[in-house]
DNA sequence: CGCGACGTTGATTTGCCTCAACGATTGTGG
DNA sequence: CCACAATCGTTGAGGCAAATCAACGTCGCG
Protein backbone atom coordinates (compact mmCIF):
# COMPACT_ATOMS: atom_id res chain seq x y z
CA UNK A 1 0.00 0.00 0.00
CA UNK A 2 1.67 3.28 -1.12
CA UNK A 3 2.04 6.35 1.21
CA UNK A 4 -0.35 9.62 0.02
CA UNK A 5 1.29 12.07 1.74
CA UNK A 6 4.09 12.06 -1.09
CA UNK A 7 1.37 13.42 -3.25
CA UNK A 8 0.31 16.39 -1.09
CA UNK A 9 3.50 17.24 -0.36
CA UNK A 10 4.17 17.43 -4.68
CA UNK A 11 1.28 19.31 -3.99
CA UNK A 12 2.43 21.73 -1.51
CA UNK A 13 6.09 22.04 -3.53
CA UNK A 14 4.56 23.16 -6.55
CA UNK A 15 2.64 25.84 -5.09
CA UNK A 16 5.70 26.71 -2.71
CA UNK A 17 9.00 24.47 -1.83
CA UNK A 18 8.99 23.32 1.44
CA UNK A 19 11.96 22.21 3.52
CA UNK A 20 12.78 18.78 5.13
CA UNK A 21 11.06 20.26 8.36
CA UNK A 22 8.00 21.18 6.75
CA UNK A 23 7.97 18.02 4.16
CA UNK A 24 7.90 15.82 8.00
CA UNK A 25 5.56 17.85 9.81
CA UNK A 26 2.98 17.00 6.49
CA UNK A 27 3.91 13.06 7.06
CA UNK A 28 3.23 13.38 10.82
CA UNK A 29 -0.22 15.80 10.62
CA UNK A 30 -2.12 14.15 7.91
CA UNK A 31 -4.24 11.41 7.88
CA UNK A 32 -5.17 8.95 5.61
CA UNK A 33 -8.94 8.27 5.32
CA UNK A 34 -11.41 6.04 2.45
CA UNK A 35 -14.43 7.28 1.69
CA UNK A 36 -16.58 4.65 0.23
CA UNK A 37 -19.15 6.07 -2.75
CA UNK A 38 -22.45 7.74 -1.57
CA UNK A 39 -20.65 8.03 1.94
CA UNK A 40 -20.31 11.33 3.26
CA UNK A 41 -17.63 13.66 4.79
CA UNK A 42 -19.97 16.06 6.19
CA UNK A 43 -23.51 16.41 7.04
CA UNK A 44 -26.08 19.53 7.98
CA UNK A 45 -25.42 20.32 11.79
CA UNK A 46 -22.28 18.72 12.29
CA UNK A 47 -19.27 21.53 13.03
CA UNK A 48 -16.47 20.66 10.03
CA UNK A 49 -13.85 20.08 12.39
CA UNK A 50 -11.24 18.44 9.49
CA UNK A 51 -9.83 19.89 6.63
CA UNK A 52 -9.40 17.05 4.06
CA UNK A 53 -7.22 17.35 0.54
CA UNK A 54 -8.58 14.78 -2.28
CA UNK A 55 -5.90 12.26 -2.95
CA UNK A 56 -7.85 10.37 -5.52
CA UNK A 57 -12.12 10.07 -6.16
CA UNK A 58 -14.68 12.74 -6.02
CA UNK A 59 -16.52 14.82 -3.49
CA UNK A 60 -19.55 16.81 -3.98
CA UNK A 61 -20.29 19.78 -1.33
CA UNK A 62 -24.35 20.74 -1.55
CA UNK A 63 -27.04 21.96 0.66
CA UNK A 64 -30.53 21.18 0.96
CA UNK A 65 -33.45 24.21 0.63
CA UNK A 66 -36.77 24.62 2.45
CA UNK A 67 -38.09 22.17 0.11
CA UNK A 68 -35.89 19.77 0.35
CA UNK A 69 -33.76 19.81 -2.94
CA UNK A 70 -30.18 19.92 -3.48
CA UNK A 71 -28.19 22.18 -5.03
CA UNK A 72 -24.37 21.70 -5.35
CA UNK A 73 -21.78 24.27 -4.81
CA UNK A 74 -18.62 22.33 -5.91
CA UNK A 75 -17.27 19.06 -7.16
CA UNK A 76 -13.31 18.21 -5.90
CA UNK A 77 -11.65 15.61 -6.97
CA UNK A 78 -8.04 14.52 -7.34
CA UNK A 79 -5.83 17.90 -5.77
CA UNK A 80 -8.31 19.77 -4.65
CA UNK A 81 -9.47 20.53 -0.95
CA UNK A 82 -13.20 20.01 -0.01
CA UNK A 83 -14.35 21.66 3.58
CA UNK A 84 -16.65 23.80 4.36
CA UNK A 85 -14.85 27.18 5.24
CA UNK A 86 -16.98 29.17 6.74
CA UNK A 87 -17.95 26.16 9.32
CA UNK A 88 -14.20 24.78 9.80
CA UNK A 89 -12.69 28.18 11.05
CA UNK A 90 -15.57 29.52 12.69
CA UNK A 91 -16.50 26.45 14.63
CA UNK A 92 -20.24 27.29 14.27
CA UNK A 93 -22.61 23.83 12.79
CA UNK A 94 -22.27 23.30 8.67
CA UNK A 95 -25.41 23.98 6.75
CA UNK A 96 -23.53 21.57 4.01
CA UNK A 97 -23.12 18.55 3.24
CA UNK A 98 -20.22 16.61 2.12
CA UNK A 99 -20.79 13.63 -0.36
CA UNK A 100 -18.33 11.15 -1.68
CA UNK A 101 -19.48 10.15 -5.32
CA UNK A 102 -16.85 7.82 -6.00
CA UNK A 103 -14.93 5.14 -3.76
CA UNK A 104 -12.28 8.24 -2.28
CA UNK A 105 -9.36 8.56 -0.21
CA UNK A 106 -8.38 12.13 1.34
CA UNK A 107 -5.46 13.29 3.44
CA UNK A 108 -6.97 15.36 6.51
CA UNK A 109 -5.90 17.44 9.74
CA UNK A 110 -8.15 18.51 12.22
CA UNK A 111 -8.61 22.57 12.41
CA UNK A 112 -6.60 22.61 15.55
CA UNK A 113 -3.45 20.74 13.84
CA UNK A 114 -3.63 22.74 11.00
CA UNK A 115 -3.55 26.19 13.27
CA UNK A 116 -0.77 24.48 15.20
CA UNK A 117 1.10 24.35 11.67
CA UNK A 118 0.55 27.53 11.22
CA UNK A 119 2.32 29.06 13.96
CA UNK A 120 5.11 26.59 13.46
CA UNK A 121 5.80 26.93 10.08
CA UNK A 122 4.70 30.54 8.26
CA UNK A 123 4.69 28.91 5.12
CA UNK A 124 1.44 26.87 5.28
CA UNK A 125 0.23 30.35 6.98
CA UNK A 126 0.69 31.57 3.68
CA UNK A 127 -0.70 28.24 1.39
CA UNK A 128 -3.98 28.80 3.23
CA UNK A 129 -4.30 32.56 2.97
CA UNK A 130 -4.32 32.05 -0.60
CA UNK A 131 -6.20 29.07 -0.76
CA UNK A 132 -8.84 30.82 1.21
CA UNK A 133 -8.09 33.80 -1.53
CA UNK A 134 -8.90 31.57 -4.06
CA UNK A 135 -12.25 30.11 -2.37
CA UNK A 136 -13.26 33.69 -2.42
CA UNK A 137 -12.48 34.27 -5.53
CA UNK A 138 -14.39 31.16 -7.45
CA UNK A 139 -16.96 32.22 -5.08
CA UNK A 140 -17.29 35.71 -6.37
CA UNK A 141 -17.16 34.46 -9.90
CA UNK A 142 -19.78 32.43 -9.01
CA UNK A 143 -22.15 35.02 -8.29
CA UNK A 144 -21.06 37.19 -11.14
CA UNK A 145 -22.05 34.11 -13.34
CA UNK A 146 -25.36 33.63 -11.74
CA UNK A 147 -26.54 37.15 -11.98
CA UNK A 148 -25.27 38.04 -15.35
CA UNK A 149 -25.64 34.64 -17.12
CA UNK A 150 -28.13 32.41 -18.87
CA UNK A 151 -28.28 28.85 -17.89
CA UNK A 152 -26.76 28.02 -21.01
CA UNK A 153 -23.70 30.44 -20.68
CA UNK A 154 -22.98 28.68 -17.38
CA UNK A 155 -23.05 25.25 -18.89
CA UNK A 156 -20.33 25.91 -21.59
CA UNK A 157 -18.31 27.67 -19.26
CA UNK A 158 -18.48 24.79 -17.18
CA UNK A 159 -17.99 22.32 -19.75
CA UNK A 160 -14.72 24.55 -20.76
CA UNK A 161 -13.71 24.64 -17.21
CA UNK A 162 -13.74 21.38 -15.94
CA UNK A 163 -14.26 19.16 -19.40
CA UNK A 164 -13.17 16.19 -17.48
CA UNK A 165 -16.31 15.98 -15.18
CA UNK A 166 -18.53 16.12 -17.96
CA UNK A 167 -18.09 11.83 -18.14
CA UNK A 168 -17.39 11.43 -14.56
CA UNK A 169 -20.27 13.23 -12.89
CA UNK A 170 -24.06 12.05 -13.42
CA UNK A 171 -26.08 14.94 -15.54
CA UNK A 172 -28.25 14.87 -12.36
CA UNK A 173 -25.33 16.47 -10.54
CA UNK A 174 -24.12 19.03 -13.44
CA UNK A 175 -27.79 20.13 -13.18
CA UNK A 176 -27.64 20.64 -9.71
CA UNK A 177 -24.14 22.81 -9.76
CA UNK A 178 -25.28 24.85 -12.80
CA UNK A 179 -28.93 25.44 -11.06
CA UNK A 180 -31.25 23.84 -13.47
CA UNK A 181 -33.58 21.26 -13.97
CA UNK A 182 -32.25 17.56 -15.02
CA UNK A 183 -34.71 18.03 -18.24
CA UNK A 184 -33.81 21.30 -18.76
CA UNK A 185 -29.72 20.65 -19.05
CA UNK A 186 -30.90 17.70 -21.57
CA UNK A 187 -32.41 20.42 -23.87
CA UNK A 188 -29.62 22.70 -23.34
CA UNK A 189 -26.79 19.83 -24.51
CA UNK A 190 -29.41 19.39 -27.71
CA UNK A 191 -29.56 22.47 -28.37
CA UNK A 192 -25.74 23.21 -28.57
CA UNK A 193 -25.38 19.62 -30.04
CA UNK A 194 -27.33 20.80 -33.06
CA UNK A 195 -25.76 24.48 -33.51
CA UNK B 1 -12.92 69.34 12.28
CA UNK B 2 -12.93 65.78 14.23
CA UNK B 3 -10.22 62.91 13.64
CA UNK B 4 -12.11 60.18 12.35
CA UNK B 5 -9.70 57.10 13.64
CA UNK B 6 -10.92 56.94 16.91
CA UNK B 7 -14.29 56.00 15.48
CA UNK B 8 -12.17 52.70 13.71
CA UNK B 9 -10.12 52.28 16.93
CA UNK B 10 -14.19 52.08 18.42
CA UNK B 11 -14.64 49.62 15.66
CA UNK B 12 -11.67 47.57 16.29
CA UNK B 13 -11.75 47.50 20.21
CA UNK B 14 -15.45 46.06 20.33
CA UNK B 15 -13.53 42.95 17.92
CA UNK B 16 -10.50 42.70 19.83
CA UNK B 17 -9.24 44.54 22.72
CA UNK B 18 -6.33 46.85 21.29
CA UNK B 19 -3.32 48.29 23.31
CA UNK B 20 -2.13 51.73 23.06
CA UNK B 21 0.77 50.67 20.52
CA UNK B 22 -1.41 49.37 18.64
CA UNK B 23 -3.99 52.09 19.05
CA UNK B 24 -0.89 54.30 17.45
CA UNK B 25 -0.66 52.12 14.83
CA UNK B 26 -3.92 52.93 13.45
CA UNK B 27 -3.59 56.31 13.94
CA UNK B 28 -0.50 56.61 11.86
CA UNK B 29 -1.69 54.63 9.26
CA UNK B 30 -5.03 54.99 7.94
CA UNK B 31 -5.47 57.70 6.12
CA UNK B 32 -8.73 60.15 5.53
CA UNK B 33 -10.51 60.85 2.39
CA UNK B 34 -13.72 62.39 1.73
CA UNK B 35 -16.02 61.09 -1.61
CA UNK B 36 -18.85 62.52 -3.01
CA UNK B 37 -21.76 61.29 -4.20
CA UNK B 38 -21.54 59.60 -7.82
CA UNK B 39 -17.91 59.01 -7.70
CA UNK B 40 -16.10 56.01 -7.34
CA UNK B 41 -13.38 54.69 -5.46
CA UNK B 42 -12.75 51.54 -7.88
CA UNK B 43 -13.24 50.76 -11.50
CA UNK B 44 -13.12 48.02 -13.57
CA UNK B 45 -9.15 47.15 -14.55
CA UNK B 46 -7.66 48.76 -11.47
CA UNK B 47 -6.21 47.39 -9.30
CA UNK B 48 -7.74 47.60 -5.51
CA UNK B 49 -4.52 48.58 -3.69
CA UNK B 50 -6.89 50.34 -0.67
CA UNK B 51 -9.04 48.72 2.05
CA UNK B 52 -11.16 51.28 3.16
CA UNK B 53 -13.27 51.47 5.85
CA UNK B 54 -16.62 53.30 6.05
CA UNK B 55 -16.74 56.20 8.35
CA UNK B 56 -20.08 57.80 6.86
CA UNK B 57 -21.86 57.36 3.85
CA UNK B 58 -22.98 54.51 1.92
CA UNK B 59 -20.96 52.57 -1.14
CA UNK B 60 -21.96 50.27 -3.91
CA UNK B 61 -19.98 47.19 -4.86
CA UNK B 62 -21.36 45.91 -8.62
CA UNK B 63 -20.24 44.86 -11.73
CA UNK B 64 -20.93 45.22 -15.04
CA UNK B 65 -22.38 42.08 -17.10
CA UNK B 66 -21.27 41.64 -21.32
CA UNK B 67 -25.01 43.48 -22.01
CA UNK B 68 -24.04 46.37 -19.80
CA UNK B 69 -25.92 45.79 -17.05
CA UNK B 70 -25.13 46.47 -13.32
CA UNK B 71 -25.52 43.77 -10.83
CA UNK B 72 -24.87 44.96 -7.35
CA UNK B 73 -22.83 42.79 -5.15
CA UNK B 74 -22.79 44.37 -1.78
CA UNK B 75 -23.91 47.67 0.13
CA UNK B 76 -21.40 49.12 2.65
CA UNK B 77 -22.29 51.48 5.21
CA UNK B 78 -20.85 52.78 8.59
CA UNK B 79 -18.34 50.42 10.27
CA UNK B 80 -18.44 48.34 7.58
CA UNK B 81 -15.14 47.36 4.83
CA UNK B 82 -15.46 48.28 1.46
CA UNK B 83 -12.44 46.43 -0.65
CA UNK B 84 -12.44 44.22 -3.80
CA UNK B 85 -10.52 41.46 -1.55
CA UNK B 86 -9.77 39.14 -4.26
CA UNK B 87 -7.87 42.05 -6.55
CA UNK B 88 -7.02 43.27 -3.36
CA UNK B 89 -4.59 40.09 -2.48
CA UNK B 90 -3.82 38.90 -5.53
CA UNK B 91 -2.95 42.15 -7.23
CA UNK B 92 -4.69 41.92 -10.11
CA UNK B 93 -6.75 44.24 -11.71
CA UNK B 94 -10.33 44.46 -10.70
CA UNK B 95 -13.72 43.40 -12.81
CA UNK B 96 -15.80 45.53 -9.81
CA UNK B 97 -16.50 49.14 -9.27
CA UNK B 98 -17.11 50.68 -5.88
CA UNK B 99 -19.47 53.81 -6.24
CA UNK B 100 -20.32 56.20 -3.36
CA UNK B 101 -24.19 56.44 -3.32
CA UNK B 102 -24.01 59.21 -0.90
CA UNK B 103 -21.18 61.54 0.43
CA UNK B 104 -19.11 59.21 2.50
CA UNK B 105 -15.93 59.40 4.90
CA UNK B 106 -13.25 56.46 4.60
CA UNK B 107 -10.50 55.27 6.33
CA UNK B 108 -8.02 53.67 3.90
CA UNK B 109 -4.26 52.05 3.94
CA UNK B 110 -2.80 50.16 1.50
CA UNK B 111 -2.31 46.46 1.19
CA UNK B 112 1.17 47.01 1.74
CA UNK B 113 0.65 49.14 5.02
CA UNK B 114 -1.78 46.30 5.54
CA UNK B 115 0.85 43.77 5.24
CA UNK B 116 3.29 45.53 7.31
CA UNK B 117 0.86 45.67 10.16
CA UNK B 118 0.00 42.55 9.95
CA UNK B 119 3.38 41.25 10.36
CA UNK B 120 4.12 43.93 13.75
CA UNK B 121 0.84 43.63 15.18
CA UNK B 122 -0.54 39.96 15.00
CA UNK B 123 -3.71 41.25 16.03
CA UNK B 124 -5.21 42.64 13.17
CA UNK B 125 -3.46 39.66 11.13
CA UNK B 126 -5.96 38.15 13.33
CA UNK B 127 -9.01 40.27 13.07
CA UNK B 128 -8.65 40.34 9.05
CA UNK B 129 -8.54 37.05 9.34
CA UNK B 130 -11.91 36.56 10.33
CA UNK B 131 -13.46 39.54 8.36
CA UNK B 132 -11.80 37.43 5.29
CA UNK B 133 -13.82 34.74 6.94
CA UNK B 134 -17.13 37.02 6.97
CA UNK B 135 -16.86 37.19 3.47
CA UNK B 136 -16.64 34.27 2.61
CA UNK B 137 -19.62 33.37 4.55
CA UNK B 138 -21.61 36.03 3.15
CA UNK B 139 -20.57 34.97 -0.66
CA UNK B 140 -21.50 31.56 0.54
CA UNK B 141 -25.33 32.60 1.84
CA UNK B 142 -25.92 34.82 -1.28
CA UNK B 143 -25.19 31.95 -3.41
CA UNK B 144 -27.47 29.37 -1.41
CA UNK B 145 -29.97 31.80 -1.05
CA UNK B 146 -29.70 32.50 -5.16
CA UNK B 147 -30.38 29.08 -5.74
CA UNK B 148 -32.73 28.56 -3.74
CA UNK B 149 -34.95 30.85 -3.08
CA UNK B 150 -37.60 33.24 -5.25
CA UNK B 151 -36.86 37.01 -5.62
CA UNK B 152 -39.43 37.64 -3.14
CA UNK B 153 -38.17 35.67 -0.44
CA UNK B 154 -34.78 37.44 -0.71
CA UNK B 155 -36.57 40.50 -0.87
CA UNK B 156 -37.94 39.68 2.60
CA UNK B 157 -34.66 38.37 3.78
CA UNK B 158 -32.52 41.69 2.49
CA UNK B 159 -35.80 44.00 4.40
CA UNK B 160 -34.93 41.67 7.59
CA UNK B 161 -31.19 42.00 7.40
CA UNK B 162 -30.94 45.66 6.60
CA UNK B 163 -34.23 47.08 6.89
CA UNK B 164 -32.38 50.93 7.24
CA UNK B 165 -31.30 50.42 4.08
CA UNK B 166 -35.24 50.10 2.51
CA UNK B 167 -35.41 53.77 2.59
CA UNK B 168 -31.58 54.97 2.40
CA UNK B 169 -31.13 53.18 -0.99
CA UNK B 170 -33.08 53.54 -4.16
CA UNK B 171 -35.35 50.61 -5.28
CA UNK B 172 -33.34 50.75 -8.72
CA UNK B 173 -30.42 49.92 -6.67
CA UNK B 174 -31.70 47.42 -4.46
CA UNK B 175 -33.55 45.76 -6.97
CA UNK B 176 -30.11 45.36 -8.95
CA UNK B 177 -29.04 43.80 -5.44
CA UNK B 178 -32.06 41.22 -5.50
CA UNK B 179 -31.19 40.38 -9.06
CA UNK B 180 -34.87 41.52 -10.18
CA UNK B 181 -35.65 44.87 -12.69
CA UNK B 182 -37.25 47.94 -10.74
CA UNK B 183 -40.55 46.78 -12.04
CA UNK B 184 -40.46 44.00 -10.46
CA UNK B 185 -39.44 44.90 -7.50
CA UNK B 186 -42.46 47.25 -7.45
CA UNK B 187 -44.72 44.24 -7.85
CA UNK B 188 -43.35 42.07 -5.43
CA UNK B 189 -43.77 45.02 -2.79
CA UNK B 190 -47.20 45.39 -3.67
CA UNK B 191 -47.49 42.28 -3.12
CA UNK B 192 -46.25 41.54 0.11
CA UNK B 193 -48.57 45.30 1.32
CA UNK B 194 -51.43 43.47 0.34
CA UNK B 195 -50.76 39.92 2.39
C1' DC C 1 -35.63 -11.89 -16.91
C1' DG C 2 -37.43 -7.86 -14.46
C1' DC C 3 -36.44 -3.90 -11.83
C1' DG C 4 -34.81 0.62 -10.86
C1' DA C 5 -31.94 4.46 -12.12
C1' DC C 6 -30.96 7.53 -15.68
C1' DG C 7 -31.28 10.56 -19.77
C1' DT C 8 -34.55 12.32 -22.98
C1' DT C 9 -38.81 14.43 -24.95
C1' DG C 10 -43.12 17.06 -25.09
C1' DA C 11 -47.14 19.82 -23.01
C1' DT C 12 -48.27 23.06 -19.84
C1' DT C 13 -47.36 26.54 -16.37
C1' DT C 14 -44.90 30.11 -13.96
C1' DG C 15 -41.55 33.58 -12.55
C1' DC C 16 -39.57 37.24 -14.21
C1' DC C 17 -38.23 40.40 -18.13
C1' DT C 18 -39.07 43.88 -21.76
C1' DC C 19 -41.23 47.70 -23.35
C1' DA C 20 -44.23 51.49 -22.99
C1' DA C 21 -46.73 54.77 -20.50
C1' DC C 22 -47.91 57.65 -16.49
C1' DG C 23 -47.83 60.65 -12.17
C1' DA C 24 -44.80 62.23 -8.49
C1' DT C 25 -40.60 63.96 -6.93
C1' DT C 26 -36.18 66.07 -7.39
C1' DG C 27 -32.84 68.92 -9.39
C1' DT C 28 -31.39 72.84 -12.31
C1' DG C 29 -30.90 76.96 -14.98
C1' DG C 30 -32.94 81.26 -16.03
C1' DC D 1 -38.89 81.63 -7.33
C1' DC D 2 -40.67 79.49 -11.18
C1' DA D 3 -40.42 76.44 -15.32
C1' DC D 4 -38.65 72.79 -17.25
C1' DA D 5 -36.07 68.59 -17.53
C1' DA D 6 -34.62 64.53 -15.48
C1' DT D 7 -35.16 60.86 -12.49
C1' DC D 8 -37.89 57.62 -9.88
C1' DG D 9 -41.49 54.39 -8.55
C1' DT D 10 -45.51 52.27 -10.34
C1' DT D 11 -48.72 49.80 -13.49
C1' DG D 12 -50.03 46.90 -17.42
C1' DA D 13 -49.52 44.03 -21.80
C1' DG D 14 -46.99 40.72 -23.92
C1' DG D 15 -43.02 37.49 -24.26
C1' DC D 16 -39.39 34.25 -22.99
C1' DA D 17 -36.55 31.17 -20.11
C1' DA D 18 -36.89 27.62 -17.27
C1' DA D 19 -39.80 24.67 -14.03
C1' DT D 20 -43.14 21.06 -13.44
C1' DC D 21 -45.30 16.97 -14.61
C1' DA D 22 -45.84 12.89 -17.11
C1' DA D 23 -44.32 9.51 -20.25
C1' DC D 24 -40.97 6.65 -22.59
C1' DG D 25 -36.60 4.14 -24.07
C1' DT D 26 -32.15 2.47 -22.49
C1' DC D 27 -28.95 0.46 -19.72
C1' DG D 28 -26.67 -1.95 -15.81
C1' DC D 29 -27.49 -5.09 -12.27
C1' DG D 30 -29.57 -8.39 -8.93
Known sequence: MSDCTSILI??????????????????VLF???????RHYLLQEGDICVNNSFVVSGCFRMFMVDKNGKEHNLQFS????WISDLYSLFKREPSKLYIEALENSIILYTTIDELLQLFEDYPTFSHIFRILTQNALA???QRILQYVSSTAEERYLCF????????HRISSVQIAS???????FLSTIRKK???S
Chains 1, 2 share one sequence.
Open 10 to 27: DYFNRHIPLNKEEEAAVK
Open 31 to 37: KERRIRK
Open 77 to 80: TEDW
Open 138 to 140: SQQ
Open 159 to 166: AQKRPELL
Open 177 to 183: YLGVTPE
Open 192 to 194: IAK
